[in-house]
């Protein structure tokens, strides 16, 4: 399933964002779907992850209350609604779709990054 993941951009600590990512196919409502992020010179992390059929949310301790995850099927769109931003978000965001969970061999599609700068 190819993932377009959308701009991400540069904000002020404190300020928001909205990244999404949209699948080309119907079939993206099939899979649960996550967002990850790696900033410099670390490893790829879970940031927050959707369920397909409950849409329960899972959410890293880092981002939960700041962060929120949502999907929209019928746009086959994933969401990931980021508040009171802290310049340790700054990352390049990679949205994902497969099983879910929040480890990264649980996704078998990925979107192409994009990155998110928070100054401080």
């Known amino acids: 399933v190819p993932l377009q993941a959308s701009v991400g951009g540069l904000v002020q600590a404190g300020g928001y964002l909205r990244l999404s990512c949209a699948a080309s196919?119907?079939?993206?409502?099939?899979?649960?779907a996550g967002w990850f992020r790696q900033g410099p010179g670390q490893e790829r992390e879970f940031v927050a992850a959707i369920r397909l059929s409950t849409d329960s949310t899972y959410y890293a301790d880092f981002v939960k209350g700041r962060f929120t995850i949502s999907r929209d099927n019928a746009k086959n769109t994933v969401y990931l609604q980021m508040n009171s931003l802290k310049p340790d978000d700054t990352a390049v965001y990679y949205c994902?779709?497969?099983?879910?969970?929040?480890?990264?061999?649980?996704?078998?599609?990925w979107g192409q990054g994009t990155l998110v700068t928070v100054s401080s």
């Open positions: 994902a779709a497969g099983s879910g969970g929040t480890q990264l061999r649980l996704y078998d599609f």
């Open positions: 196919e119907r079939t993206f409502s099939s899979y649960a």
